[in-house]
């Protein structure tokens, strides 16, 4: 055997595969690879099964023969369900008890509402506007926990009071300008509009300008949250009191009466049904919240237990994956919900025997729970078929010729066939296949000796002519990416330019030099069985404590009102329960540590044995890879196991101490029950259009400072010296402030507010804008106004078709309650109290848009509230039904067309460039939150920030990413003439995004857990106290964010790819490299107690997590490059020499040192 053949793993580095296994192949393996023979199965229950099979189908006709009406009625079923494409699985998915709580509550305030509104005395003094108490027990909905509507309708009617001042400030100004004042007007000439002046209405046209601006503004600026309704609704009051008051030759300040006192009567209606129909306390939505996220773990661990008893080469192996991935996707979604609720945990008022501080300490648990789940979930990413590759550039269209000549074969003068390998050597295909089978065969009989391992080796290692294939390979991949370095290659649309060609072909010389092993679907087979082997005890364990976590969030309260003797009897017994699965879930995981997961070791043991090394007829250990890969699935399920135990202990802790129940109050003052930040989240955030791109909720802006966001200079001027300059510094970042998003878009709005106002301050129009309601239209149109004009237009068909739904169902429960008549009290209540808990059902579970589903319900209250309006009150409006409906439709169609059409003034942004600027923002943090995790591993006892932050840190980056995906679905409404948005970039830039943030998290987990001497040694190895290489890395981070921020093109030759220097040093299984100054004291031979030793098992997830996290950020690096292009082309350079038997640049030998 050669050197390069022959590894010791105590000695040397390691040839076959590279330092680390996330997989980066590029799709050149597969072109280059020999083709494969199909292997054909050998199931010897094959054929039992087909006869088996067959029989039931005939059983199944023959009883179909027998029951020709089921088969009617299930052909019919399926032919309406094809007719009606709407998927009704909702309905049954949210029949459950929990979730019918809130849709009664709900119609118990909407039919309450409608009961005030016909009642003459509660109508008459609420005012004209009383229509308004039914509209708004629909839009703000009273469906969340008490202490949550408590907080919304305070900031409610604060906003709404405070519009109503700002108006009577305006009339005040305004009559002072008015030269004609008549106390006496009637209400005929008041309408008609001949009291208009020029000056007063151009001062109110001032002020509902800059109070559209400034509520607009809030609501945008505070995003998704307690405020966005109270807007709406502060924005409405201004629309109607100043279009009103216009027209007045008075003060007339009582008009905002008719806006705020309907409204003051549904915030209180909210506060009080919530507190006595169905309450829920802040600390139930929170424990219900948490057990939504830990349902889906269940079934993720029991597909982990499928998954790895089955054959990873095969299909069910993939199915399987993906179902896990589901799994968890559906998981970490209740996170954003659990986090929202955990926000007001402090300011409960609850009775029972916990704390609501207690209950909130479990969302830190919770958090990391999932973060591991998505550990072990890597482990399917590392392995094949399932791992990811490196986007290689894809192939010329058209025949390119290299300007230099084909490699010289190092096995000259046999001919090569189309169907041979690459190398020339030809086998027989029946030899090669009854090979594979031996092989596998020896493979899942290893775990019967040590004996039939070295045997298993030897078979794998001891054809001479895979070496041949390898040795092809590497240069049939140079010459590929010599040929793509040379053309300009045309991609599938032919004016773009192949970009990443500089990282392709090296990415493809460190797949033939470092990666490349024809064996490793064998090896794969192996070790995924021997991982069963040694993890399903635990995995079954970890399933049956998770059952026992989920099942005390969900019962914890429900025996808590019974006698005694039986709640005591109950908690008793569930405590023995508990503690029962506490004491197995350590031993369990004790003797997982201990013995189990040794069991993947297996296969080295060999290697160790002092009789086989260097002994004739030993052969090389499988790769270190394959045992990085297990010790990364090990690693994440103990971890899971751990903090699930953790959970335990606490649940048992509280069971033990909390033995009567109290009344808790808030722990934070009062005062704070209105604060809100845009960077807190909120239980609607996943479902609104209004985002800052440049702010993340969840991470609070003190934090940004700390995790290492650098400051802007101006690079125009110096820091003020004197305390005028400051002053003037003040006054210019004012004025700047006045250029940004949120002010530009409140100022657009505002104008456009008083644009739709004209009618009404004409004289020529002011009657007919009066009398024909043209409000609707003016709050219609500046509400639809968005942000971005993708939202805009999407804003316009919504509210078009959700209109159309709501004014024809409103109007058929108007004519079902009065028939032609002109309202009848009585029945138009027993309409509502009948449809209200339907209504309600969508109003809160109906899975479309929100603006659809809040549009919708809101006009069907609007035709049933207006129509009993206009039938018992002196409005000039005198319409109902029918005639109402239509009016509304077109109303309401005119203000969102002048939005739409609005929208594409300048400045005009787009939801395109949303996503490049929210992309730019999470890259930056992303790179903030590296630095402060290589730091806290180089000197973590000098940390200002704790872990909890940086985890919340980068759940809160996860969350803004997946919050995305809901925006980007309005781009399509962006009309570009220049051509169609590239989707598919933006998602795989998110896709990595998301990746870097869960690896990030999984290296602050293994910074933590690893010792000073094992922590400097796993940075010296992944060169993350390289000055120079984290110099680059830094660099690419920098590149990608201000690129994605400006769209401004990459240098075609960047620090990229970051593997090629992050694996300059191959260490194989061993932790010091033999050359290395320092060895921390640590071990610089490996044997086999080195290998067992956990912190070793950190290590290795370190290195392979840290792989991963550089591997990630040269396919980010390409996938930008994909979405802006490159510049700086520099001819020749990075071109490999190729040479007939010389090593090339990029052929640089496995071991460097």
Known sequence: MTDRQRYDPRLGDEELGGDEVNGSAGHAEDTFRPPRHVRIPTDIAHDSED??????????????????????????????????????????????WSKLKP??????????????????????????????????????????????????????????????????????????????????????????????????????????????????????????????????????????????????????????????????FHCALCIVISAIVFPVTITAQYTHNLYAVLAPLHGFLAEHRKVLALNPCSEDFQTVVKSINSALAKSEGGLGQAAATSRLLKQDIVYGRFSPTRIGEFQQCIRRLVTRANGMDIFFTLIEPTRERFPVTPMPSRPVTPRTGTPASTRPGTPISPGSPPNGLREDPEQLARRRRNLQKTAFEQSHGHRSLSRYLHLRLSHH????????????????????????????????????????????????????????????????????????????????????????????????????????????????????????????LNRFKKEKRHRVLDPYRSAFDPKHVRAPGFYDPPPHRYLFHCYVYQYHLMRFNSILTEVLDEIIQLEKEAQKPRLWWPSTPIRKMLDWSPWDPSEEMDRQDDEDPDIIQGIQPDWNDDLGKTGRRDPDALPPANAFQQVMHWVYDLASALTRGNVLFAIKAGLLTVILCIPTFLKATAQFAYSQRFVWGIFMGQLTLARFRGDTTFGLTARIFSTIGGCLLGTALWYISTGNGAGNPYGLAAVIAVSAPFLFYGRLYWPVPPMT??????????????????????????????????????????????????????PSTTLRKYQRTMMSTT????????????????????????????????????????????????????????????????????????????????????????????????????????????????????????????????????????????????????????????????????????????QYLCFSVGVTTAFGIVLRLDKLMVATKELVGEQYHIHGIGVPELRSGATSPIDRPAKDA
């Open 51 to 96: 006869s088996e099979r067959t029989q039931k189908e005939g059983r199944w006709f023959n009883a179909q023969q027998r029951r020709p009406w089921s088969t009617g009625l299930r052909r019919a079923g399926k032919a309406c369900k094809r007719l009606i494409p709407i998927d009704l699985g909702w309905i049954p998915a949210n029949f459950t």
């Open 103 to 264: 849709v009664i509550r709900c119609a118990v305030v909407c039919w309450v509402s409608t009961v005030l509104m016909i009642i003459p005395r509660t109508s008459t003094m609420m005012g004209q506007g009383s229509f308004l108490i039914l509209i708004s027990a629909f839009l703000d909905a009273p469906h969340d926990p008490f202490l949550a509507v408590l907080e919304r309708e305070l900031i409610f009617i604060t906003l709404v009071v405070t519009a109503w001042a700002w108006t009577c400030l305006g009339i005040f100004l305004a009559n002072l300008a008015r030269t004609n004042i008549d106390y006496n007007a009637t209400a005929t000439a008041i309408q008609s509009g001949q009291y208009l002046e020029a000056g007063p209405t151009v001062i109110l046209a001032v002020f509902i300008f800059f109070g559209s601006a400034f509520f607009l503004f809030l609501k945008a600026k505070l995003g998704p949250g307690p405020y966005i309704f109270a807007c709406v609704f502060s924005c409405i009051c201004i629309d109607i009191s100043i279009t009103t008051a216009v027209l007045y030759p008075y003060p007339f300040y009582r008009i905002g009466q008719v806006i705020a006192v309907p409204l003051a």
């Open 465 to 588: 002519q895979e070496q041949h294939h390898d040795h092809s390979l590497h240069f049939s991949l140079l010459n590929l990416a010599h040929a793509l370095s040379l053309a300009r290659i045309q991609t599938a649309s032919s004016a773009e330019t192949a970009v990443g060609v500089f990282e392709s072909q090296r990415y493809m010389a460190i797949e033939a030099n470092r990666l490349a092993d024809r064996h490793q679907e064998d090896y794969t087979i192996l070790f995924v069985r021997l991982l069963h082997e040694s993890c399903d005890e635990l995995l079954e364990c970890t399933q049956g404590v998770l059952d026992g976590v989920q099942a005390w969030f969900g019962e914890v309260r429900r025996a808590s009102f019974a006698g005694k003797a039986k709640v005591q009897r109950v908690r008793a017994e569930r405590l023995a329960k508990l503690e029962g699965l506490s004491v197995n879930v350590k031993e369990t």
């Open 853 to 906: 589903n809040i549009i919708f319900f809101v006009t069907v209250a609007l035709v049933i509230g207006f129509s009993w309006q206009d039938t018992h009150t002196t409005l000039p409006f005198k319409y109902k039904g029918w005639e109402l409906a239509w009016r509304r439709f077109v109303l309401v169609t005119s203000g969102v067309t002048a939005a739409f059409l609005f929208s594409f003034l300048p």
């Open 923 to 1094: 890259v930056a943090e992303l790179g903030a939150v590296y630095c402060l995790i290589v730091s806290f591993a180089n000197t973590r006892e000098h940390q200002a920030i704790t872990r909890g932050e940086i985890v919340q840190s980068l759940v809160a980056i996860r969350l803004k990413l997946k919050r995305s995906l809901v925006l980007k679905a309005n781009i399509v409404y962006e009309f570009s003439l220049r051509g169609r948005w590239p989707s598919k970039r933006y998602q795989k830039i998110l896709e990595l995004q998301l990746q870097i943030a869960y690896l990030l998290s999984h290296l602050m987990s293994v910074a933590e857990h690893l010792e000073p001497a094992w922590s400097r040694a796993f940075l010296r190895r992944t060169r993350f106290l390289d000055a120079d290489f984290q110099g680059d890395v830094l660099a690419v981070i920098s590149m990608i964010s201000t690129a994605l921020r400006t769209g401004n093109p990459l240098p075609q030759i960047t620090p990229c790819p970051l593997l090629d220097r992050f694996m300059m040093h191959t260490h194989g299984l061993n932790v010091i490299r033999q050359e290395a100054d320092d060895d921390y004291g640590l071990p610089r031979t490996m044997t086999i107690d080195t290998l067992e030793n956990e």
